[in-house]
């Protein structure tokens, strides 16, 4: 099946820096990639997302690319805030076979953003 | 309604209990999903629902039941539970499962405290 690794693991940025946050997957017919924040305690919410057919979407601070060929992909966050602070997942969806719809994802980053 | 909902929010059970999750949307996404989330980890996906049909059992232990007894309501049945069970359950829905670019919103979860 599909893997995604996400790296770092953890990130500590000074409020107003910018954050990246890197993600691989292995199965090339894998077309769809969403990332999702979770605040302590909450639910993961879908924060931005990249179907395949696209190589750069952004939404006001939030960011990501794709990289088909080298299959990997990449959140980043402009003008960070503390509220950005928060569990970060990527994920990848395969589309074709008896995974179809569902979701891999990678392990997660702590991001923590200081004032 | 752009929900999905989920109760209770916490549950405190015995391991010879019985008891039941449920999860609620009214968005008319005919794919329901159950994952399992211990803290600072991804989600582990349980099962899947299409159209009412499980479509995907990740070779849970038959101490966790699904039920989907209609296109907005699932469930999860609990029986004789060990205390590693104890988790965030999380319940999400998509508009379809076997489209691979489907959004998949997630529910509030469940903590669940199995002593």
């Known amino acids: 099946g599909e893997n995604v690794e996400q790296h770092p693991s953890t990130l500590s940025v000074q409020e107003g820096d910018s954050a990246v946050i890197k993600c691989t997957y292995s199965d090339s017919a894998s077309n769809y990639f969403p990332w999702y924040k979770q605040e302590l305690g909450k639910r993961p919410q879908l924060i931005i997302d990249i179907r395949s057919n696209v190589g750069e979407k952004k939404d006001q601070r939030i960011a990501v690319t794709l990289n088909k060929t080298a299959k990997h992909f990449s959140l980043h966050i402009t003008e960070t805030q503390p509220e950005d602070s928060a569990v970060y997942f990527c994920?990848?969806?395969?589309?074709?076979?008896?995974?179809?719809?569902?979701?891999?994802f990678g392990r997660g980053t702590q991001l923590t953003v200081w004032p | 309604d752009t929900e999905v909902t989920q109760t209770p929010k916490h549950l405190v059970m015995g391991m010879t209990n019985k008891k039941s999750l449920k999860c609620e949307q009214h968005m008319g996404h005919r794919a329901m999903y159950w994952y399992k989330q211990k803290a600072k980890k991804p989600p582990e996906l349980m099962f899947v629902?299409?159209?009412?049909?499980?479509?995907i059992n990740e070779s849970v232990p038959s101490r966790f039941s699904p039920e989907c007894p209609n296109s907005s309501l699932l469930n999860l049945h609990l029986h004789a539970l060990q205390p590693e069970d104890s988790a965030l359950y999380l319940c999400a829905s998509s508009l379809l499962a076997g489209q691979a670019n489907n959004e998949q919103f997630f529910g509030p979860g469940t903590r669940l405290t199995v002593l």
């Open positions: 994920a990848a969806r395969v589309g074709r076979g008896s995974t179809l719809g569902r979701l891999y």
């Open positions: 629902y299409s159209y009412e049909k499980l479509s």
